[in-house]
Each structure stands twice: as C-alpha cells, then as structure tokens.
C-alpha cells in the first residue's frame, strides 16, 4: 500500500496568514492527488484534485502543487471558515489511502 | 442535484454483521464510482472499497478483504455496503462517497453511525 504522510500534524494560524500542509507519498503517483477539507462534524469536501486544479465552487486562495512524491496544499490569506482539518488522498493505486489529517486551529 | 442519502444509525454486538445502503439521485447512477470510506471518533478517513454501479465490479482494500461486501441495485440507484465480524474497532462513521476520475470524491453522503459494543 501506498503510505500518505502529512505535515504537520496541526499547525496554528491567524486568519490573513497563508500557511503550507506537506503530504508525501511512500512511492511516485504523478500527479494522482485529492486534498479535502473537514470541518468539525462535517462531511468531507473536495478542494484540489489531479494535485493542482481547483474544484468548482472553491475558492480561490486554495491551491496544490507538486508531483511524484511531494504535494503541497497552500491556503493564503487564511478566513474564519478555513479552520478544519485537511487530507490528502492518493489516487494512484488501490487502496486509495488517506494521509492522517493536518489540523489548522486558530492562534 | 446530486444526493446520497444513507441509512440510519446502527449499533451491532461484536462478531455481528452492518449493512449500510446509500441511495443515489440527480445524476445518472450506473456512470460514476462509489466508494465508502469510513471515521473511526477522533480518527482520519480510511477508504474501504468501491463499486461501478454500471459494471458491479468491486474493489476493495485488503483490510477488509473477506469481511466486506458491495453490491448496487440499479433498479432504485442504490448502493450497499456489508461489514461482517464486526470488533469494536469497526466504530466509526461509513461514508459512500461518488467519485469522479475515478478517484475523486465530490459528492458524500451523510454519513452513517455505527457502534459496536457488547
């Protein structure tokens, strides 16, 4: 199986920063990676997909880069509504794992 | 618009059996995957498997490998997912999510609460 790490495990901000979640793969998947977003009690809700294209009705000030190994999930100019939790998710190859979820909290 | 509206809350002894349904509209069901994935409390998302409601064919993570059945019913659009041997690690919130390129998951359902305990 594919091994998804996520870095940091949480990270505290302030909303107008940008901050950078990390997610590296244990071997190449191109560009095969999903990042969703999940607010407490929520469901799931897709951001990026194929690591850098932008799913419709998401805003802008998300973005995703990176390639084979190492993908990144940027958020600038953090809003109130940005705090929850964030996965990667490789679509390589099955099983399709998670990454563990990098929480951002409010500083 | 597009919906996936999953059965209820479930609360199984251990060694039981769970069979979750998840009944898809708006959209043409026998065109996209569906995938569950479940949340144990305090946990990350773990992805269990997937069906093409088209074809039946299944994939599943090996995990669950002997344990977990999907099956789709076109004829009412849904899905199902069976989970037998249940443990108490098998508490968690199942989700069934659509996939689009295959992988992708735009549209979720609400989520399914299963409790396991003697």
């Known amino acids: 199986d594919i091994q998804m790490t996520q870095s940091p495990s949480s990270v505290s901000a302030s909303v107008g920063d940008t901050i950078t979640i990390t997610c590296r793969a244990s071997?190449?998947?191109?560009?095969?990676l999903g990042w969703y977003q999940q607010k407490a009690g929520k469901v799931p809700n897709l951001l990026i997909f194929?690591?850098?294209r932008l799913q419709s009705g998401v805003p802008s000030r998300f973005s995703g880069s990176g390639s084979g190994t190492d993908f990144t999930l940027t958020i600038n100019s953090l809003q109130p509504e940005d705090f929850a939790t964030y996965y990667c998710q490789q679509a390589d190859s099955f099983p399709f794992t998670f990454g563990q979820g990098t929480k951002l909290e409010i500083k | 618009q597009v919906q996936l509206v999953q059965s209820g809350a479930e609360v199984k002894k251990p060694g039981a059996s769970v069979k979750v349904s998840c009944e898809a509209s708006?959209?043409?069901?026998?065109?996209?995957?569906i995938h569950w994935v479940r949340q144990a409390p305090g946990h990350g998302l773990e992805w269990m498997g997937q069906i093409h409601p088209n074809s039946g064919v299944t994939n599943y993570a090996q995990k669950f490998q002997g344990r977990i059945t999907m099956t789709r019913d076109t004829s009412n659009t849904t899905v199902y997912m069976e989970l037998n041997s249940l443990n108490s690690d098998d508490s968690a919130i199942y989700y069934c999510?659509?996939?689009?390129?295959?992988?992708?998951?735009?549209?979720w359902g609400q989520g399914t609460p299963v409790a396991v305990s003697s």
């Open positions: 708006g959209y043409t069901f026998i065109a996209f995957h």
């Open positions: 194929g690591a850098s």
């Open positions: 071997q190449g998947i191109a560009g095969r």
């Open positions: 999510v659509r996939s689009f390129r295959v992988t992708y998951g735009d549209y």
